[in-house]
Each structure stands twice: as structure tokens, then as C-alpha cells.
């Protein structure tokens, strides 16, 4: 099982690969592993689309 580290912002939904560009926008980027991503309710971004 892999633990990967993915990005999640304050008010976002969803968790993202680090060069996602809806990142760009977005002062506050928080690394999250992707169980915690998941533990936490967040959802795979559909931009970037990384795995769930
Ligand atoms: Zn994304």
C-alpha cells in the first residue's frame, strides 16, 4: 500500500498533486499524506486527478 504525499488547501475539497494549477491560486498549500487525505473526506481534484 502506498503513502503518498498529496496538496489540499484551507477551504478546498479536494486533495491535488503538488503542480496542479488550480493550486496556483491558493496562498495556504498543505501536504497531506493520501490516507489522511482520505480519512479526512476529500475528494481526488478532477483537474490534476490523482489516484484515490
Ligand atoms: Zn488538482
Redesign the pocket.
Known amino acids: 500500500m502506498t503513502n503518498e504525499t498529496f496538496y489540499v488547501t484551507p477551504t478546498g475539497k ?1 486533495y ?2 503538488r503542480n ?1 494549477r ?2 496556483t491560486r491558493s496562498k495556504t498549500v498543505i501536504a497531506i499524506s493520501k490516507r489522511d487525505a482520505l480519512a479526512k473526506g476529500y475528494e481526488p ?1 478532477g ?2 486527478k ?1 489516484p484515490r
Do not use: A, F, N, R
Open positions: 479536494k491535488h498533486y496542479c488550480t493550486l481534484c483537474v490534476c490523482p
